[in-house]
T-cell receptor, first 107, second 112 residues
Framework: KNEVEQSPQNLTAQEGEFITINCSYSVGISALHWLQQHPGGGIVSLFMLSSGKKKHGRLIATINIQEKHSSLHITASHPRDSAVYICAPFNTDKLIFGTGTRLQVFP | EAQVTQNPRYLITVTGKKLTVTCSQNMNHEYMSWYRQDPGLGLRQIYYSMNVEVTDKGDVPEGYKVSRKEKRNFPLILESPSPNQTSLYFC???????????FGDGTRLSIL
């Protein structure tokens, strides 16, 4: 069993829809990263959080350390949000990466 | 502009021909890492470095070498590349142990 599980693996949405991507992990962590990988391959860090909730524009990330679960929400999705979203818990001194959720948002 | 720069972006080469992928960051970060990304497997750490002259193996170090002679540079060396090292490679850096990661644009390597 993978240490990090993301769901769904693939997601298709219409522009304007509310999106939720889930991440469950089995190891103890001190923080968790959400990353975005664009079709061209580049990876950017969206959030790093260790408790509660963070918001940046239309993106919201939440984490429940006790339940070992995090979610990434996108409000009012847009075609430019189409990308792969990767959950990466931080365990001891390294990141453990999920395999990602591929999101496609159609106009 | 704060960035992590990898070169080359694309490389096609043959088995056994030594190659180096360079990585440089301009943010004075102490922590640097190399990852490879393969379909269905996600990102896996190859090597990491916590400071100059301090490097350690990640999850998949076989067939790779690294060095950290200067804080800004962290090259990845494939002494004798093999086809199973065909992959997308990323260099990343961060300031603190748990700080945000900054990734390079990736290097797509094909070993024939």
């Amino acid at each position: 069993k993978n240490e990090v599980e993301q769901s769904p693996q693939n997601l298709t949405a219409q522009e304007g829809e509310f999106i939720t991507i889930n991440c469950s992990y089995s190891v103890g962590i001190s923080a968790l990263h959400w990353l975005q990988q664009h079709p061209g391959g580049g990876i950017v860090s969206l959030f790093m959080l260790s408790s509660g909730k963070k918001k940046h524009g239309r993106l919201i990330a939440t984490i429940n350390i006790q339940e070992k679960h995090s979610s990434l929400h996108i409000t009012a999705s847009h075609p430019r949000d189409s990308a792969v979203y990767i959950c990466a818990p931080f365990n001891t001194d390294k990141l453990i990466f999920g395999t990602g959720t591929r999101l496609q948002v159609f106009p | 502009e704060a960035q992590v720069t990898q070169n080359p972006r694309y490389l096609i080469t043959v088995t056994g021909k030594k190659l180096t992928v360079t990585c440089s960051q301009n943010m004075n970060h102490e922590y640097m890492s190399w990852y490879r990304q393969d379909p269905g497997l996600g990102l896996r750490q190859i090597y990491y470095s916590m400071n100059v002259e301090v490097t350690d193996k990640g999850d998949v170090p076989e067939g790779y070498k690294v060095s950290r002679k200067e804080k800004r540079n962290f090259p990845l060396i494939l002494e004798s590349p093999s086809p199973n090292q065909t992959s997308l490679y990323f260099c990343a850096s961060r300031f603190a142990v748990r700080g945000p990661q900054h990734f390079g644009d990736g290097t797509r390597l094909s070993i024939l």
